[in-house]
């Protein structure tokens, strides 16, 4: 029997609980969060310890789950060491360095010209140079290979060869270069948002005050301006370089054609090898780099003393003018915005024309591959794209699946925000904030070569989930995690508790004081956050290019699919579907927010 003392404690704790959702919430979140996000990295390193059925190869006498090196040592310590993790390591390192220096460099110029400066057309310039953020990245590789492919490699020539009748080397055409071009060219786009919104904080009198002490322009851009951007600055160098660590789309369609394989293109080479202990050593790799990573940036900015730049004290930002150099750097910029967003798509809207691939003649294009019928003489007997059953069915998965990763990433971002901000100070508040962002660490490839290896088979209640269209829906609420549980935080963080507290003590409950508070007053982070998951979602391949089956199979993968069976027609056709469905809905989600008065809930 329960003795009086403990009947009184469970009904304090349940009174307590009662009044307290947030710690339900919080500690719901965290026990799921933990089994998403935790639980995948103990399954790989159990995998990566352990002999696989396919191990008896190579060890008959070995038992299956029984503890093993086999794996570290076939990585890290034997004849196919240097293809299988030395070469991928310097290349993906050499890569990620390369084009992180290009991309922030890039990106952070062009933040100080249309922040700092007097240039021409900064509005429409601003909101062009975004585009790239809201496109695949391999969408520069696609055009890139139109426009350098050579028939030696390509099989077919590009518009250089077919012009100017100049076949490219192969090192322009693929491997290292082009990727680390394209790359940049995408990327940028990182640096310039982080870095445009931190210099439009710098007030201009701190500058000033340096040139009345005597500093010339680049002293005081060196001594007071950077070090007051090393925050923005070193973030866009983490999320930038983490990102080209996991990413698999552009090293795979520039890299694989002459066996250049980053750790993103031999984990896939690995898990269709079978050799799943290999690539999830390997991803294991790739998360102790990021982590890594992570670390020394913050250890370099956690030991200068302060970055302030905004205090009570007068704020004001003066632009610099640019005299002669006005107009010449505005036609740069504008120059720079169309061959990063008008030529590329220009390109595979040209390359979805031709009838014949590698003949860009006038008098060879044609609709065929957008609105014609299947002709057996043509790409295989593949319809059209606007007519094909199976890729219109792999954009309603694509659609299907960024609808609903934006939906449930947009609730668990905002109950995760609630349970942190309302519970702050406490130890499940900061456990539930460190594990909500713990799967940005995860390189794309790495997180889809863990989840392989944890939903391959059952789970207790949880069915096998390998191949099904739930897991898709998964990996990418949960990859996206980390962003939408930021928009909550910063969107519960405006809310003042007083008012849920007037609501609770006039006796509404919890779930109509979120339907009728605290979702409208967050509204527009909320749409931010969801907006952010269906943008990704859409554009995704490197995180789920392991998981997908011929019946969940979305754009992305049919445009990888169509580019690996040389069809180029069909591939830029649909690349071109899917960045227009991509920036319609995103001015839509816009038009509708800005109508519905979000952005005025968010200054109210």
Known sequence: MTSPGAARRLRYHTVRLRNRPDLVIGYVCLVALGFLVLGPLVEIVRDALTLQPYDLAYHPDGVVGSFSLFHLERVFASPLSPALFFRPLLNSLAVGFWVTAIGVSIGSLLAWLLVRTDIRCKGLLGALIVIPYMMPSWVMALAWISLFKNDRIGGTQGFVASFLGVQPPDWVSYGFFPIVVTLALHYFAYAYLLMSGALATVDSELEEAGAVCGMGRWKRLWRITLPLLMPALGSAIVLTFIRILGTFGTPALLGLPVRFFTFATQIYASINARNNGDAFVLALVLIVIAISFIWINSRIIGIRKSFVTLTGKGFRRREIRLGLWRLPLTAAVGLFVASTVLVPLSILLWESLILVAGDY???????????????????????????????LTALWNSLKLATLAALFNGVLGLLVGYAVVRGRGTRLSRGLEGIAFAPYIFPSIALGAIYIGMFSAPIGPIPALYGTFAILVLITVVKNLPFTSRTGIAAMLQIDTSMEESARVLGIGWFRRMARIIMPLSMSGLVSGMLLTFITAM?????????????????????????????????????????????LVNVLVRLVSRGAGVSGLKNS
């Open 539 to 583: 554009r995704e391949l490197s995180l789920i290019v392991l998981l997908l089956s011929p019946a969940n199979m979305v754009l992305t993968g049919v445009i990888f699919y169509y580019q690996e069976q040389s069809m180029p027609q069909h591939s830029s056709a649909v690349t071109l579907l899917l960045v227009l469905i991509i920036i």
């Open 361 to 391: 003649s006038l008098d060879n294009l044609t609709t065929h591959f957008w609105i014609g019928q299947g002709n057996v003489r043509l790409a295989y007997g593949e319809a059209g794209v606007l007519l094909n059953n199976g890729i």
